[in-house]
């Protein structure tokens, strides 16, 4: 056979092995479930179905070229990438998938710093060997989970994600916490694909936002081009913000200048501090909206909502929301609300609460009625609560932490790594923003900001305590999650897989 005719012949097979692949046929054969749910249309789906076989595709012709031998290293990753002529990092989430369906053990080689009482060891990186399992791949039909697994080992964040895309509308979150409708599930894991919580590649999603053409070890607070101090210049934003009003102003920007049509996020609901998921469509929604909220807050359920269709979007969040938006990124699954974000910003997070069993607590600690609720604040360890009457009272953050939700102990992010910008009080000065740029995206936000007097801004050599004490609490966070993961680990349930 000509080395033509063989290529032919792989391809071939890769095609068969691709409609084979559960994933597509459950699209395929619920393709009329699908429309009657009413969220795709016809020619939307088959964007959807032709997308995902795109990524099928790419999977197998990968695995196909990692069978010609046993073990590999990073070099046949730069080999398969050159050949392809695709990214690196999108040749490692492919890898990443076939871990996922155990086709592939991947072995990271790390140098161990050995840890203390205060630090739990750390590994870092030092290459990869690849082992690709024995066996008749073509036997081997991985059934792809819906995030019911996610659900029930308690470490759904509540990000809305999957609910946002789920193709036959069958996940709902109330209250911070999610259920799949089994008898309308289809079982085509495009959910637990862009579930945060699901597996989250650290390390290659480190890459992407540095990107970066290999792995690299960053600061606790994640790959970053520049970092300020800086608060916002619009009064009517900086009467109700938090702290120096940088996220609502970067939506403010967006939406007057007309870079993205609306913006996602999210405002008070009719019961009092009860987030809502909410699309903003004019700078007054904007301002209406500004303001931290603490309680888990599913905004990314409104990804598909008729609202967005065919509109440019701005998302602000929670680490784990920006999360899932650089996942869907890195596998693009076709969902047309995915590919309508065009900005990603997050807010940093250390752990949130559920609204009754949570935030209504505190204040019942406190002894303050929710309507009596002016600003609420979590500064120096401490959770502070302003009161309408001007008095303000506050608890230490580690008398209340055992009302936040579980699943937060499973987060190591403190400050969206996977945002474009990313703000927070952390290391500023008080009425002010600690505000990281990691993509040039951001920057560029970030200058038309500067350049339009919205906002001003300090030099962060200049800030006290600045960007080690940002270091020091993301690390604090980081090490909490390990030992959490780890401590889930051997006791052999379920962990997301970092
Ligand atoms: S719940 Fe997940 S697996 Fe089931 S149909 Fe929805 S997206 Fe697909
Ligand atoms: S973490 Fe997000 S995507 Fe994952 S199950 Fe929870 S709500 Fe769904
Ligand atoms: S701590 Fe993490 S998981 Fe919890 S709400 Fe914040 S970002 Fe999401």
Sequence with gaps: MSSEGKISWNFLKNVSDTLDSYRIRALIDAKNEILKAGLYDESVFYEILFKMFDEELLKYRFLEFLKYKKDHDFKTIEQFANDQRMEISKVLGLLELLRNENLVIIHELCDTIKG?????????????????????????????????????????????????????????????????????????????????????????????????????????????????????????????????????????????????????????????????????????????????????????????????????????????????????????????????????????????????????????????????????????????????????????????????RMDCEFCYDLTSESADISVGSIGAPSGWNMVIIRTQKGKELFNELLKKKLIESKDIDDVKPGLPMLAKIANIKQNKCIKHVNSIKESNKRYPNY
């Design 116 to 404: 203390d009482d205060k630090e739990p060891s750390r590994s870092v990186f030092k290459g990869l060997k690849i082992e690709v399992i024995d066996g008749d791949f073509s036997k081997i039909k991985p059934v792809y989970e819906p995030v019911k697994v996610i659900f029930d080992s308690k470490q759904c964040s509540g990000c809305g994600i999957c609910a946002g895309i789920c193709p036959v509308k069958c996940i709902e979150i109330n209250n911070g916490f999610g259920k799949i409708d089994e008898q309308k599930c289809l079982r085509c894991g495009l959910c637990y694909l862009a579930c945060p919580r699901s597996f989250f590649p650290k390390r290659l999603m480190r890459m992407i936002q540095d990107n970066a053409s290999s792995i690299k070890e960053y600061e606790s607070f994640g790959p970053f081009i520049e970092a300020h101090a800086a608060r916002t210049k619009i009064p009517s934003i900086a009467e109700s913000c938090q702290d120096g009003g940088i996220s609502s102003t970067c939506l403010y920007h967006l939406i007057e200048s007309k870079k993205v049509d609306l913006a996602l996020g999210a405002k008070m609901s009719s019961d009092p501090w009860r987030p809502e998921p909410s699309i903003m469509e004019t700078t007054d929604d904007i301002i209406k909206s500004a303001g931290t909220k603490y309680v888990n807050n599913p905004n990314l359920i409104l990804m598909n909502d008729n609202q967005i269709k065919g509109k440019t979007i701005a998302v602000v969040g929670v680490p784990c929301q920006m999360q899932a938006l650089l996942k869907s990124q890195l596998y693009n699954i076709g969902i047309p609300a995915l590919n309508c974000v065009k900005y990603r910003i997050g807010i940093f997070c250390m752990e949130s609460f559920p609204y009754e069993e949570g935030f209504r607590k505190i204040c019942e600690k406190l002894n303050v009625p929710l309507t009596e609720v002016k600003k609420t604040d979590i500064n120096k360890g401490k959770f502070f609560i302003y009161k309408k009457s001007g008095e303000e009272l506050n608890i230490p953050i580690k008398d209340i932490s055992y009302l936040a």
